[in-house]
């Protein structure tokens, strides 16, 4: 295999030391197009990969240019945000990857291109349809109905386009990933990379390895240089997500590179600085991880300038059913079918349901039902762990608000009540009160506007 790689020359050193290059095989690094204009002929290439988010030139017009000239080249982009795969499509990409990528499937989706390109062999000049994308976070709702939802993405407007860290609080599987990438792309850093450090997933030398990089021969088994995700992002945005889980020996570091921006690679002593905005998320009550000595107090207040509570599903029942059909259309393309809606007791048990695992349980539960249905509809039969239940809410005595509260009770009246009248006489209120309640919770939400008619 022969690789052309054009974009951010230390992220492509990284990507190619990490594996993608075999020992026996080469690859030409660039990292503009000027450089690939100056090479004499890409036929001795299999393929290119190209960084979609390059600072020196358009990656769009390289590509372009890379299609004109060897249509029988294939082209693998590498994008930060699905959107963005898309428009890489559009200028020619025949594949796109999303970062961070995984240098096993990158190897494996490169070395099913042809060794040797046919001369005749043309891709499409039109995009080609997506696959199944490698992502499984959900759609940022940019129109959500819940007053929390839109406080978020006010303050995501006034935040974005500050250098300020932003610490993102919340249960497990709201969307933080989702929010942080929105974030970015919102900033003045959305053509750099968006790069996530998953801190649960390695222990601390390895994380620090990951994180700062290292220089051969720093310990056992680093064979090459490794520049690390904090130089993979410069320019852009370093997303730490779960950041509550990162060793306390390491926190040191992180505080460090917070005020400084600066920071040492394993086995060297060159200060380095980085120019990068850090994202940081966590579903830990960082307070009381500070007072059990488990979280530095300092590292706390650097990363908490901007705090932003993203909300679980259960407090924004507003939004579930235009987030679970968004979701629907999404799964039934990425299965070749087409789903158009929820019958109204579907849509009712979605609501209902308290969802503990939030915007991942929902997508869990849609990709089921979009599996066993056959369409077009969902019914509430497609979703057996909804509907085998018995009726949840928040009850006396919760972590809940009042509000809260009195939906879940308004509610089930109106569900068990003859009429609208009786319903508001139970309840000890008029009818106009009543019925401007239920108008007010749930303006858009049809099964609770039939609700109304029915108890009427």
């Not at 939004?319 to 999404?330: F, V, W, Y």
């Amino acid at each position: 295999m022969k690789l052309l790689l054009v974009g951010d020359e230390e992220r492509m050193r990284k990507l190619a030391a990490f594996g993608l290059i075999q020992e026996h095989e080469e690859s030409t690094i660039v990292s503009s197009a000027a450089e690939v204009e100056e090479l004499d002929t890409l036929s001795i290439f299999n393929a290119a990969v190209v960084d979609w988010e390059m600072r020196k030139s358009p990656a769009s017009e390289l590509i372009a240019s890379l299609r004109e000239r060897w249509r029988s080249l294939p082209v693998v982009a590498l994008v930060s945000s699905s959107e963005r795969g898309l428009h890489a499509q559009k200028a020619g990409a025949i594949e796109v990857m999303l970062k961070p990528v995984e240098v096993d499937a990158a190897r494996a989706l490169i070395m099913g291109f042809p060794q040797s390109q046919p001369a005749k062999k043309v891709f499409p000049s039109t995009p080609v349809a997506p696959a199944a994308a490698p992502v499984t976070t959900v759609t940022m709702d940019l129109n959500p109905q819940s007053q929390c939802m839109r406080r978020v993405l006010s303050v995501i407007d006034k935040v974005a386009p500050t250098p300020a860290t932003v610490l993102l609080l919340g249960e497990s599987g709201t969307g933080k990933t989702t929010i942080a990438r929105h974030l970015h792309e919102k900033s003045n850093r959305s053509n750099g990379p968006f790069v996530t450090v998953n801190c649960p997933c390695l222990q601390a030398p390895l994380l620090e390895s990951e994180l700062f990089g290292h220089v051969r021969g720093a310990f056992t088994g680093a064979i090459a240089d490794s520049v690390g995700l904090v130089a993979a992002a410069n320019g852009g945005t370093l997303f730490l997500d779960e950041i509550g889980e990162m060793p306390l020996a390491l926190q040191s570091k992180l505080l460090r590179l917070l005020q400084e921006r600066c920071y040492e690679r394993l086995g060297e002593t060159k200060v380095r600085t980085a120019d990068i905005r850090i994202i940081a998320a966590t579903n830990r009550n960082l307070r009381d991880d500070v007072a059990a000595g488990k979280f530095r107090e300092d590292l706390f207040y650097r990363l908490n300038v901007i705090s932003i509570e993203v909300p679980s599903l259960r407090q924004r029942p507003e939004d579930i059913l235009s987030i679970a059909k968004g979701l629907l259309r999404e799964l039934g393309a990425q299965s070749g079918r087409r789903f158009t809606d929820f019958t109204t007791d579907a849509a009712l048990a979605l609501q209902r349901h308290p969802w503990p695992g939030n915007l991942r349980e929902l997508r869990n539960c849609l990709e089921r039902a979009v599996i066993l249905s056959d369409g077009p509809l969902i019914h509430l039969s497609d979703l057996p762990e909804l509907s085998s239940k018995p009726e949840q809410g928040p009850q006396v005595g919760e972590f809940v608000t009042l509000a809260e509260l009195e939906e879940a009770h308004i509610q089930r009246v109106l569900e068990k009540a003859g009429s609208l009248m009786q319903a508001a006489r139970l309840l000890g209120i008029d009818k106009t009160t009543l019925y401007r309640k239920r108008r007010r919770q749930f303006t858009t939400t049809a099964p609770f506007e039939e609700t109304l008619r029915s108890a009427v």
